[in-house]
């Protein structure tokens, strides 16, 4: 397994090597033959990327403990899942699935592309093949996850026991081919900048590239959150951690490019922007990839101080310096064709998301480098945290809660002052109605009362818009859920969106819920004690100890209750691994109680000789609604992204054989 997986690491690289060259020459000689040979060299070396995928995972499954990487990351005690997991466990088995999502994202993007916009695939291709380039490079000439040791163990060490869970199966592929996906639109952009067809026909190509990245990434941040909350034991979800804020950067610009592409299809404005936006997504993603990779900044997700730093740097540099270069040679063709209006309208909403999108970017950014900046300039690190990020982006969270309300309601160009109360005068009501309640029902934190009034604004809003599209089909006599389906159906993009900004409420909801009212306390308590937390009462009904194969668990058994009613009987526990005794790992119990979406969360901090158990218990208010907005998150941009269905009548576009593009000079 691994001499094949090697031999094909080294055949992509040669066939990666030919995909770039004669792709970006045949664009410049207008070459049919070379870019016919670029096309297929690319999906050769994606063949070939796939083998060596394959070896590795076979290697895992045979326990093939030759190779270092499987020896270091894998033992015969993990079940299959967990074995599979080892894949991406370490750095050269995470760059290898990095380059295996991009060798076929690649190739899909490049076959789906030649049928329908031909002028891009030439640089488009020659692009994809250079990045795909970089990373079999380093994974043939620096990080090979195909070495070799010496002599093989007997079994292995194992996967860190902090991976052995669920999570691991979902958040690292998710995170990876949010990463990986941006390489398709920036890909694109590069194709538009090269040939200087800059209308909208290369945003049409772009959009579902973007959106796919921008879910998928989404999508692993959220995954992230839900395996740190219920793993990691501190009582939250997002710790403002370096490599969490690397992985939240280009999902921000993203979101910020995903609004401002409107502007430019409707209006022709913003184009010079809206390419920085996605050549600074691209590479945002390399520097997320970089920090995880070289252990520059220090973190508990991020790998120990590794050789391939330099070379994602000088990459990283490198593609700076062209993008950029690249940019401003097309300043002349990104001419505004129009301009802002009014300062009341959709456009200008829409550019006033955008900037405190990019504030919250840089202000992260900011606080992320400023350990490596500060060891520049005064040789010491000067650690950044939480409060730093949560004090700075708090209110830019906030505001960004209420244009999501605002923008969708005003008109492109200019709103009237009628058509403002019109579609504002209920969202405002109900949202400062939602805060008197509040106020009355006993809330005294300022801040969070503004916050769940906003929330209750926006939900309005989007409750608003749904209700009048169904009503006006409802009148033309249709049932309302048959006139719910086709009012979505009619116009997926536009309430698919509003579906997303629902999941956001949802997720601002239960961000404001656990921000401000999460309860923290710590306990220890003696056999038969008990204590009471909020409205539960915990009683410790003793430590126990089990044995599995590979692991030794301690947990206290906890009588729950709650209102004086049995509510639960939990374990929170301490698992102990073979080879990783010096690093036990919490299991921690969480209970939902419904109707007050609260979770009440246990961590055994230890058990100790005397029978007694030391307990961290936190209740945190609302945290459930973060997922349930993820899956509507999911839903919308799933709605949104669906593929119209041509009407009636309309025919469709014939596809004309492909042809070459000529290379501006």
């Not at 045979?62 to 997991?85: K, Q």
């Not at 922007?273 to 997700?301: D, K």
């Not at 730093?388 to 708090?394: C, I, L, R």
């Not at 936190?618 to 609604?625: A, E, I, Q, T």
Request: with cysteine.
């Amino acid at each position: 397994m691994g001499d094949l997986g090697h031999l094909s690491l080294l055949g992509a690289l040669l066939l990666a090597a030919l995909a770039a060259a004669t792709s970006l020459l045949g664009a410049w000689r207008e070459r049919d033959d070379l870019l016919e040979s670029g096309r297929r060299a690319l999906y050769g070396a994606c063949a070939l990327v796939v083998v060596a995928a394959l070896a590795l995972a076979a290697a895992f499954q045979l326990h093939d403990f030759s190779i270092r990487y499987v020896a270091e990351n894998s033992s015969r005690l993990m079940s299959p899942l967990d074995t599979l997991a080892s894949f991406w466990g370490g750095q050269a088995g995470s760059l290898l699935f990095w380059a295996l999502g991009l060798a076929l994202l690649s190739a899909l993007s490049v076959w789906r592309t030649q049928r329908r916009s031909p002028w891009l695939v030439p640089v488009m291709a020659g692009t994809l093949a250079l990045i795909l380039l970089f990373f079999l490079g380093i994974l043939t000439l620096i990080a090979s996850p195909f070495e070799r040791v010496p002599v093989a163990p007997p079994d292995g060490r194992g996967l860190n026991p902090i991976l052995l869970d669920t999570g691991m199966r979902i958040h690292p592929p998710l995170l990876l081919s949010g990463y990986m996906s941006y390489s398709v639109p920036f890909a694109i952009t590069v194709a538009a900048l090269v040939t200087g067809r800059l209308g909208n026909d290369w945003l049409r190509a772009l959009r579902p590239w973007l959106l796919a990245a921008w879910t998928i990434q989404g999508c692993g941040l959220l995954a992230g959150a839900w395996w740190a909350y219920h793993v990691l034991g501190w009582g939250g979800y997002w710790g403002w951690d370096p490599v969490e804020n690397v992985a939240l950067l280009p999902w921000l610009v993203a979101t910020a490019l995903l609004h401002s592409v409107m502007v430019q299809e409707r209006r022709g404005m913003l184009k010079v922007w809206n390419v920085g936006l996605l050549l600074a997504a691209f590479n945002l993603s390399i520097f997320g990839t970089f920090v995880v990779r070289s252990g520059v900044i220090s973190s508990v997700h991020s790998f120990a101080q590794s050789a391939i730093g330099p070379y994602f740097f000088g990459f990283l540099g490198a593609t700076l310096v062209v993008t950029l270069s690249l940019l401003f040679y097309r300043l002349p063709d990104l001419r505004s064709e129009g301009e802002f209006d009014a300062l009341v309208s959709r456009e200008s909403s829409f550019l006033f998301n955008n900037l405190l999108l990019v504030a919250m970017t840089a202000a992260t950014f900011w606080g992320t480098i400023f350990p490596l900046v500060s060891e520049a300039i005064q040789g010491t690190r000067v650690a950044v945290g939480p409060p730093y990020f949560q004090a700075v982006n708090g209110p830019i969270l906030l505001a960004l809660l209420l244009l999501m309300g605002i923008g969708p309601l005003l008109a492109w160009r200019r709103s009237s002052a009628a058509s403002l109360r019109r579609n504002f005068l209920a969202p405002i009501a109900v949202g400062l109605a939602s805060g008197l309640v509040l106020v009355a029902l006993g809330m005294r934190q300022l801040w969070a009362t503004v916050a769940f009034a906003a929330a209750a604004f926006v939900f309005m809003t989007i409750t608003q818009e749904f209700w009048r599209g169904v009503r006006a089909r409802m009148r033309a006599g249709e049932p309302a859920p048959v006139a719910l389906v086709g009012l979505v159906r009619r116009n997926r993009r536009r309430y698919g969106g509003y579906v997303v900004h629902l999941g956001m409420v949802f997720v601002a909801l239960g961000i404001i819920g656990s921000t401000f009212f999460q309860q923290d306390h710590g306990l220890r308590l003696a056999r038969g004690e008990s204590a009471t937390v909020g409205r539960y009462t915990l009683t410790n009904e003793g430590l126990f100890q089990e044995t599995q194969p590979g692991r030794q668990e301690v947990y206290a058994q906890m009588a729950v209750q709650a209102d004086g009613a049995l509510l639960d009987v939990i374990r929170p526990g301490k698992h102990t691994y073979v080879n990783w005794e010096q690093q036990p790992t919490s299991s921690i119990s969480i209970t939902t109680t419904w109707p007050w979406l609260e979770d009440l969360y246990v961590v055994l901090v230890s058990p100790n000789a005397d029978g007694s158990a030391s307990l961290q218990v936190f209740v945190n208010p609302l945290v459930s609604l973060i997922w349930l907005g993820g899956v509507l998150f999911l839903l919308g941009t799933v709605i949104a992204a669906w593929p119209e269905r041509p009407r009636l009548g309309t025919p469709r576009p014939l596809v004309s054989r492909p042809q070459a593009v000529a290379v501006e000079a």
